[in-house]
């Protein structure tokens, strides 16, 4: 049976459904919407204004290039321009590979490309060895907790080298909604309150983030990418099997299977949450050490970077935490022959 002709311009044959309106459309109708509908996020969200040097957070994977395509679409009529910005975390077999698809892009792009390393800013703990450290060695479940906080200060730091006033990250609809799943799933009530919006206005002197892709579903960012014939990099990282978000998207999977908007609902439940005052967690203040946003006495990247460099990287994670934030404050000594290593905390 011929494919229905595409509802939107009734020209070309449909090339898909949108998973979630059911509408029938052709390769480039389904695009144009898409690239619309970003637009539209910007613009009502007020997120990216006209002169903004923006910092697309770049992975070679297919959130990132589709969106560093897009916005690169949208430039004219947002006003902004666009800087790439990678991290390179460390990891073995994994990084290098996707670092490769980031250039690729940067070069077809012709948009400038900063990379910074884990190692050169943290004081030369790689993912790889954090990863050594916080298992004894091969991986451990807890590498991306370090990993998530390493790499959003990784970021905010490039970003700042090329003078970006914005960062952009392509998290999409089905991160976010397992990024609150885990949030539940926790009891973490304070990143249930900070994750609703769609990102953050830029507290403590941080550049303002945001998610352009935020309400767009992973289906149809790989359709995207699949109809604009975007090059990235799909292989999974040699410490994703290890995540507890894999067990937040098994659950989302089955919840979506059982009800279809239910992505989208909880994207949009994070924005509706508002805590009692009672569970509201501290007003943030400034990290002792590097001067940014803390809701302790230190910052979590100070925090877990202090726990790796004393050799007892789970000080820094859970409840661990208050005893760590309890010898660092400000004025108090750290003891030398606690640190393992010669690499030294660094300044941000
Ligand atoms: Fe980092 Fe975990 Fe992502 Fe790998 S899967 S890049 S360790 S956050």
Known sequence: MPAPPCTSCHAARAALRRPRSGQALCGACFCTAFEAEVLHTV?????????????????GGKDSTVLAHVLRELVPRLGISLQLVAV???IGGYRDAALAAVRRQAARWELPLTVVAYEDLFGGWTMDAVARSTAGSGRSRSCCTFCGVLRRRALEEGARRVGATHIVTGHNADDMAETVLMNFLRGDAGRLARGGGLGSPGEGGALPRCRPLQFASQKEV?????????DYFSEECVYAPEAFRGHARDLLKRLEAARPSAVLDLV???ERLALAASARPPRPGACSRCGALASRALCQACALLDGLNRGRPRLAIGKGRRGLDEEATPGTPRDPAQTPTPKAVPTF
Not at 45 to 57: D, E, F, Q, S, T
Not at 222 to 230: D, G, K, N, P, S
């Open 43 to 59: 613009l009502t969200g007020r997120l990216l204004p006209p002169g903004a040097v923006v910092a697309v957070g770049a992975s």
């Open 88 to 90: 390179d975390e460390g």
């Open 222 to 230: 790989v359709l995207y990418a699949h109809f604009r014939r975007l």
């Open 268 to 270: 949009h439940s994070a």
